[in-house]
């Protein structure tokens, strides 16, 4: 594990640094539906690479945010944690005891000392259950506080923790008669009720009102101070996470791509993935109009990821060694045709037909078929001329015409690890950091397009 | 200046509630000019996506309007609801909330197209309103090779993009965009807001977008609204508005926002008014820091503070005995929100 366990709070330094919950190379795959045809004749499922290789740790009293976009597998991650989802690989400890594959029985008494808080106060509750029943039902099955009358003190105890009071008023109420703001602090309660020791927030906040949010915030922030709760903190919420985080770790399709403390994070972001999600938040001030460099598309499909490094299609500083095949052309000549005229969009797609299988790759290469190959590499050798930017063409070596289509040399595919960047407590998955160790790529590429 | 695309006098929107009437808009007025984002922020349940059905007459049965609106020279309120159908789409467009369930997800999308275009624009032939349409997707980043694929095939921000090229294809004048990227991702967010700027620029449309997020506001619009409580408290430009707040509501709501900046938490105490009996006086005084005694009996008149347009007593010569702070009723941390 690259991070170093720092930034405890003082009162948890005694624990002597041993972790709470500790993820060792964490893998989640999920198999896709096929449907009844498929399955007859054996047609391969595929797998979505939900959580792919994740090492993360969790220190007693600590914050740690897991900051991505819808399908980065930050949740998931969340879930696991949980016993919600069975992982496929690696293990989970929780003070030193394995979570991976422990059989729901044996997990069930564990779960009073790991929590969750879910994104939707309006849905996490049962209609048809009063406050008091929803929060003493968790103290029932875990068989504490006896008796109904000694579980009706704790969980007016619960409500009143969390500013539900006088408890009195809420606890027969039922779910339809809170505000959105009171479901969550119903919620929390229902969480802290146990006891626990690690409350996983999946996105605590992300439906409340603005002027509700921050009181959620700082309960939970009042909560990790009087309780010393330690809390995995799901959302795709930059700025509260910032205010609320020890440490970050930013996903992108199932790994961590930058985990540090937060305030290096967000002053020196280095994963160009972390730096546009930064350029990305909407700040209330409209004096800030820095024109931003989005990155194009969208977070890609994880049944088909992107080789190399995920991020490469939509990377403003992608260079040679990012993973660069032959599907990044497709996107590249879909992104052409949306500015042209259309008879030249006739034309030019007239060359490329099959857009399922776009390009055959092998190795080093991908093979671009068409009927007219001549006409196909002259439309790639004028894009390639209009935009000698795209950070693509790093990687093209050579671009052949062949009797069968268009073969494209691509430079050697290098898959980025997590690891630590030197003087700093920061690990970064990128190349722009870690020598790539391919031949001619030198770290010195570090300037975004020097190579060709 | 320009003639303003739409004019707002005096709107309201009442529901018929079991207590009486909710008055989710009660007395707004705005005017937006070619090429103009209007932003209209609140929290829930203050009324500004009811201000947005309103607008385009999509509001349930059971709802009274009253007021005026003007759009294009016709008073919208008072035409026949055959003139103000047809104005549908064609004048005022709407761009929903949430992408995933907007599109039929039986139809392609060139259907899609095609449907609105036929109803709309009559003359066109088919080739021709395929030629519209694939110019409104390209304007949008869609690669005319998806044109004729499904709902599902493309992601949530895809989606909303098409969502956009659809109200586009028809050219309104004025287009409402309901909490647009509410839905989305940071970054795709970022990337469908910086369209939605680029529309307003490029095709003069006037644009009223509706959203909770201050941040939203500060990137994407010339001029704000603040709504509470089914009134429009203050608006003016953006910069002016979010760097001097002329009203004690404007000012509360961007203390409490979270953005990268925040180093403390800070809410405002109380909850919103209950819009079958709002408050007397002032809707915000119970919750007021800056509240007086005459913000309890009277409401406030609008008033133009240099480019902003607020309704406050802070901003009016006020007797002395009538500008005694008004001491706050004790609020319980569980009645807030």
């Given at each position: 594990m690259?991070?170093?366990?720092?930034?405890?709070?003082?009162?948890d330094?005694?624990?002597?640094?041993?972790?709470?919950?500790?993820?060792?190379?964490?893998?989640?795959?999920?198999?896709?539906?096929?449907?009844?045809?498929?399955?007859?004749?054996?047609?391969s499922?595929?797998?979505?690479?939900?959580v792919?290789?994740?090492?993360?740790?969790?220190?007693?009293?600590?914050?740690?945010?897991?900051?991505g976009?819808?399908?980065?597998?930050?949740?998931?991650?969340?879930?696991?944690?949980?016993?919600?989802?069975?992982?496929?690989?690696g293990?989970?400890?929780?003070r030193?005891?394995?979570?991976?594959?422990?059989?729901?029985?044996?997990?069930?008494?564990?779960?009073?000392?790991l929590?969750?808080?879910?994104?939707?106060?309006?849905?996490?509750?049962?209609?048809?259950?009063?406050?008091?029943?929803?929060?003493?039902?968790?103290?029932?099955?875990?068989?504490?506080?006896?008796?109904p009358?000694?579980?009706?003190?704790?969980?007016?105890?619960?409500?009143?923790?969390?500013?539900?009071?006088?408890?009195?008023?809420?606890?027969?109420?039922?779910?339809?008669?809170?505000?959105?703001?009171?479901?969550?602090?119903?919620?929390?309660a229902?969480a802290?009720?146990?006891?626990?020791?690690?409350?996983?927030?999946?996105?605590?906040?992300?439906?409340?009102?603005?002027?509700?949010r921050?009181?959620?915030?700082?309960?939970?922030?009042?909560?990790?101070?009087?309780?010393?709760?330690?809390?995995?903190?799901?959302?795709?919420?930059?700025a509260?996470?910032?205010?609320?985080?020890?440490?970050?770790?930013?996903?992108?399709?199932?790994?961590?791509?930058?985990?540090?403390?937060?305030?290096?994070?967000?002053?020196?972001?280095?994963?160009?993935?972390?730096?546009?999600?930064?350029?990305?938040?909407?700040?209330?001030?409209?004096?800030?109009?820095?024109?931003?460099?989005?990155?194009?598309?969208?977070?890609?499909?994880?049944?088909?990821?992107?080789?190399?490094?995920?991020?490469?299609?939509?990377?403003?500083?992608?260079?040679?060694?990012?993973?660069?095949?032959?599907?990044?052309?497709?996107?590249?000549?879909?992104?052409?045709?949306?500015?042209?005229?259309?008879?030249?969009?006739?034309?030019?797609?007239?060359l490329?037909?099959?857009?399922?299988?776009?390009?055959?790759?092998?190795?080093?290469?991908?093979l671009?078929?068409t009927?007219?190959?001549?006409?196909l590499?002259?439309l790639?050798t004028?894009?390639?001329a209009?935009?000698?930017?795209?950070?693509?063409?790093?990687?093209?070596?050579?671009?052949?015409?062949?009797?069968?289509?268009?073969?494209?040399?691509?430079?050697?595919?290098?898959?980025?690890?997590?690891?630590?960047?030197?003087?700093?407590?920061?690990?970064?998955?990128c190349?722009?950091?870690?020598?790539?160790?391919?031949?001619?790529?030198?770290?010195?590429?570090?300037?975004?397009?020097?190579?060709? | 200046?320009?003639?303003?695309?739409?004019?707002?006098?005096?709107?309201?929107?009442?529901?018929?509630?079991?207590?009486?009437?909710?008055?989710?808009?009660?007395?707004?007025?705005?005017?937006?000019?070619?090429?103009?984002?209007?932003?209209?922020?609140?929290?829930?349940?203050?009324?500004?996506?009811?201000?947005?059905?309103?607008?385009?007459?999509?509001?349930p049965?059971?709802?009274?309007?009253?007021?005026?609106?003007?759009?294009?020279?016709?008073?919208?309120?008072?035409?026949p609801v055959?003139?103000?159908?047809?104005?549908?789409?064609?004048?005022?467009?709407?761009?929903f909330?949430?992408?995933?369930?907007?599109?039929?997800?039986l139809?392609?999308?060139?259907?899609?197209?095609?449907?609105?275009?036929?109803?709309?624009?009559?003359?066109?032939?088919k080739?021709?309103?395929?030629?519209?349409?694939?110019?409104?997707?390209?304007?949008?980043?869609?690669?005319?090779?998806?044109?004729?694929n499904y709902?599902?095939?493309?992601?949530?921000?895809?989606?909303?993009?098409?969502?956009i090229?659809?109200?586009?294809?028809?050219?309104?004048?004025?287009?409402?965009?309901?909490?647009p990227?509410?839905?989305?991702?940071?970054?795709?967010?970022?990337?469908?807001?910086?369209?939605l700027?680029?529309?307003?620029?490029?095709?003069?449309?006037?644009?009223?977008?509706?959203?909770?997020?201050?941040?939203?506001?500060?990137?994407?619009c010339?001029?704000?609204?603040?709504?509470?409580?089914?009134?429009?408290?203050?608006?003016g430009?953006?910069?002016?508005?979010?760097?001097?707040?002329?009203?004690?509501?404007?000012r509360?709501?961007?203390?409490?926002?979270?953005?990268?900046?925040?180093?403390?938490?800070h809410?405002?105490p109380g909850?919103?008014?209950?819009?079958?009996?709002?408050?007397p006086?002032?809707?915000f005084?119970?919750?007021?820091?800056?509240?007086?005694?005459?913000c309890?009996?009277?409401?406030?008149?609008?008033?133009d503070?240099?480019?902003?347009?607020?309704?406050?007593?802070?901003?009016?010569?006020?007797?002395?005995?009538?500008?005694?702070?008004?001491?706050p009723?004790?609020?319980?941390?569980?009645?807030e929100?």
């Amino acid at each position: 594990m690259p991070t170093k366990p720092e930034q405890m709070s003082s009162q948890d330094a005694a624990t002597n640094g041993e972790p709470l919950i500790e993820i060792r190379d964490l893998h989640v795959d999920f198999a896709l539906r096929t449907n009844a045809f498929a399955r007859l004749v054996g047609g391969s499922s595929g797998t979505v690479r939900a959580v792919d290789g994740v090492n993360l740790t969790l220190a007693p009293g600590e914050v740690v945010g897991l900051v991505g976009e819808s399908g980065s597998g930050k949740s998931t991650l969340g879930r696991a944690v949980l016993g919600l989802v069975s992982p496929s690989g690696g293990s989970i400890t929780y003070r030193g005891s394995e979570l991976v594959g422990l059989p729901e029985p044996k997990f069930r008494p564990l779960r009073r000392k790991l929590q969750m808080i879910f994104q939707d106060p309006h849905a996490s509750l049962n209609p048809s259950m009063t406050v008091g029943r929803a929060i003493g039902d968790a103290l029932r099955i875990h068989k504490l506080h006896g008796g109904p009358e000694s579980r009706r003190i704790a969980v007016a105890e619960a409500l009143e923790r969390v500013g539900l009071a006088p408890a009195s008023r809420f606890i027969d109420k039922y779910h339809g008669e809170l505000s959105g703001g009171q479901k969550q602090r119903a919620v929390i309660a229902r969480a802290i009720a146990l006891g626990p020791e690690v409350i996983v927030a999946d996105e605590p906040i992300s439906m409340l009102d603005m002027s509700v949010r921050a009181k959620i915030l700082g309960l939970l922030t009042d909560l990790r101070r009087d309780l010393g709760l330690t809390y995995l903190y799901i959302t795709h919420d930059l700025a509260s996470a910032r205010f609320f985080c020890d440490r970050i770790a930013i996903m992108y399709l199932g790994k961590i791509v930058e985990i540090g403390p937060v305030a290096e994070i967000f002053e020196h972001p280095r994963h160009p993935y972390t730096k546009a999600l930064l350029g990305a938040v909407p700040d209330p001030d409209p004096t800030r109009t820095v024109p931003r460099e989005l990155p194009r598309g969208e977070i890609p499909d994880a049944s088909a990821a992107p080789l190399g490094c995920s991020f490469h299609p939509r990377c403003p500083v992608a260079f040679a060694p990012c993973g660069w095949e032959g599907r990044d052309v497709r996107m590249l000549l879909e992104q052409r045709w949306t500015a042209v005229p259309a008879e030249q969009y006739a034309r030019e797609s007239a060359l490329v037909r099959d857009g399922a299988n776009f390009a055959s790759e092998s190795d080093h290469g991908a093979l671009i078929r068409t009927s007219s190959p001549d006409d196909l590499t002259n439309l790639l050798t004028d894009e390639r001329a209009q935009r000698p930017d795209e950070p693509l063409w790093t990687g093209v070596r050579e671009l052949v015409t062949d009797h069968k289509g268009v073969r494209l040399t691509l430079a050697e595919r290098v898959t980025p690890t997590l690891r630590p960047v030197d003087g700093s407590e920061v690990s970064v998955s990128c190349h722009l950091f870690h020598d790539s160790g391919v031949a001619g790529e030198a770290s010195d590429s570090i300037l975004p397009k020097a190579s060709g | 200046m320009s003639e303003p695309v739409i004019e707002v006098e005096n709107l309201r929107v009442w529901y018929s509630g079991s207590g009486g009437p909710v008055r989710a808009v009660d007395g707004v007025d705005f005017v937006l000019r070619p090429g103009e984002v209007l932003g209209l922020v609140g929290e829930s349940g203050c009324g500004k996506s009811t201000l947005g059905r309103g607008l385009m007459g999509l509001l349930p049965p059971g709802a009274a309007v009253g007021g005026t609106i003007r759009f294009d020279g016709q008073s919208l309120l008072e035409e026949p609801v055959k003139v103000r159908n047809r104005n549908r789409g064609s004048g005022i467009g709407l761009i929903f909330q949430e992408p995933m369930t907007r599109l039929d997800p039986l139809m392609r999308v060139s259907d899609h197209f095609d449907e609105a275009l036929k109803r709309h624009e009559k003359r066109l032939s088919k080739k021709e309103r395929e030629i519209r349409a694939l110019d409104s997707l390209r304007a949008l980043g869609i690669p005319p090779t998806r044109y004729r694929n499904y709902p599902h095939e493309f992601s949530g921000g895809m989606r909303q993009r098409i969502m956009i090229a659809l109200a586009l294809a028809l050219r309104p004048k004025f287009i409402i965009a309901d909490e647009p990227t509410t839905a989305l991702d940071v970054l795709v967010e970022a990337q469908i807001l910086r369209i939605l700027a680029e529309i307003g620029e490029k095709f003069s449309t006037a644009i009223l977008l509706i959203t909770h997020n201050l941040g939203i506001i500060a990137e994407a619009c010339d001029r704000v609204a603040v709504m509470y409580a089914g009134r429009i408290v203050e608006q003016g430009p953006v910069r002016d508005v979010f760097a001097s707040p002329a009203h004690p509501y404007t000012r509360e709501l961007l203390r409490s926002t979270i953005s990268l900046t925040t180093k403390e938490l800070h809410s405002i105490p109380g909850a919103p008014p209950d819009l079958v009996q709002p408050p007397p006086g002032c809707n915000f005084h119970p919750r007021c820091p800056s509240a007086m005694l005459i913000c309890a009996r009277t409401p406030p008149p609008p008033r133009d503070v240099g480019a902003q347009r607020v309704e406050c007593w802070l901003h009016e010569t006020v007797a002395p005995q009538d500008a005694q702070p008004l001491t706050p009723l004790e609020v319980l941390v569980a009645d807030e929100a």
